[in-house]
């Protein structure tokens, strides 16, 4: 019996798949983030004050040869242009706005006073970009940094949630598995199994059985212990043959195997055409399901039986559940318990099953 086949072990991936997940997005919006406030710092300050320092140069050479070019008046335009469109403060646009008037003023005529008057509105610009510029990479610097330790706890919180999540869960799966490992490991396959079913035998049945209560309470879990037997079964050797009867008893072997092979469902020949069922971990809604689907398995192998009612091969069953009422009880009154239960289901008219 493999521990890991838990279906709780199924969850450790897929925590650590989300949390990574959340982990990567969380990394790539913050990426994101630093990129555009570098954006910001790159074309928000240096490509403007870089055209800004353009026509301040134009000016002053203006002034040098008291004359402003047609060729550096386009210039102009279109380096003041691109900054003045730029996003701008309300405030910034009442300042930047004066300036472009005296810009486009400038444009008419030549006034040494008006381009001096320019160029330091424009350097006194450039020194207000400069001084925003400055404090922006000091707002990306501690942001980048406040990242930097955001990532790196957060990293290591997931990390140590995972190993947490992988010690708890190894850890409930042990003390849940640990009892029943050592019963199935404790003896060697040829000594447990029928020879006639390659079902456990009566002797693995008494371990087990023996154990159920134990198990079911460490485990806080209900159980179930299902006896069954086939009905008529005397009268069907006599009339097919002990060779008959054998290949009956095998056949409802497998059908067995077949209704009842998940995980914690334990199948026996306890003896002649009498089986037993012990599963672990068990509702009663599941255990009736279970039931009626072995029924209706049975009866799917029509086949035939004369000294039955129905024409055909049928088992009846006895059940006794184990739960928090019935769990302190001694094991032999639950095995009592279980053969009352199938004595009632013949009496009653067999093909039938009752807890």
């Known amino acids: 019996m493999n521990i890991f086949n838990n279906k709780r072990f199924f969850i450790l991936p897929i925590v650590i798949i989300v949390s990574l997940i959340f982990s990567s997005f969380l990394f790539f919006n913050q990426i994101d983030k630093l990129k555009k406030q570098i954006d910001n710092l790159y074309f928000g300050t240096f490509i403007p004050v870089h055209k800004l320092h353009n026509i301040v140069n134009i000016y002053d050479k203006a002034i040098y040869i008291n004359k402003l070019l047609k ?57 207000y970009e400069v001084n925003v510029a400055s404090s922006q990479r000091k707002v990306f610097l501690e ?83 299902v006896m069954l037997d086939i009905d008529f079964f005397k009268p069907f050797n006599d009339t097919y043959g002990h060779d008959m009867g ?48 072995l029924q209706l398995n049975i009866k799917n192998l029509q086949i035939p039986h004369t000294a039955s009612a129905t024409g055909y091969l049928t088992i009846s069953m006895g059940v006794t559940l184990v739960d928090n009422n019935s769990i302190n009880k001694e094991i032999k009154e639950l095995y009592k318990a279980a053969d009352d239960k199938l004595y009632h289901s013949k009496e009653n008219g067999r093909d039938q099953y009752t807890i």
Do not use: P
């Open 71 to 127: 060729k550096d008046k386009k210039k102009i335009s279109e380096g003041w242009n691109y900054y003045y469109k730029s996003y701008k403060t309300n405030k910034e646009k009442a300042i930047l706005k004066k300036i472009d008037l005296k810009i486009l003023k400038s444009f008419k005529r030549y006034d040494s006073k008006l381009f001096l008057n320019i160029v330091l509105n424009i350097n006194n610009i450039i020194e």
């Open 246 to 293: 054998d290949m009956v008893i095998k056949s409802v072997a497998n059908t067995l195997r077949k209704s009842f092979n998940k995980q914690y469902e334990y199948i026996f020949r306890i003896g002649g055409e009498e089986f037993g069922v012990i599963i672990f971990d068990i509702t009663i809604s599941k255990l009736k399901k279970s039931l009626d689907n």
């Open 143 to 225: 942001k980048y940094k406040q990242m930097n330790e955001y990532l790196k706890y957060s990293l290591i919180i997931i990390l140590l949630m995972s190993l947490a999540l992988v010690a708890y869960i190894i850890y409930l799966s042990l003390q849940k598995h640990t009892e029943l490992e050592k019963l199935t490991n404790k003896y060697k396959i040829d000594s447990i199994t029928d020879g006639l079913t390659n079902l456990y035998n009566r002797k693995h049945f008494d371990l087990i059985f023996s154990k159920m209560t134990i198990i079911a309470k460490e485990n806080n879990w209900k159980c179930a212990f």
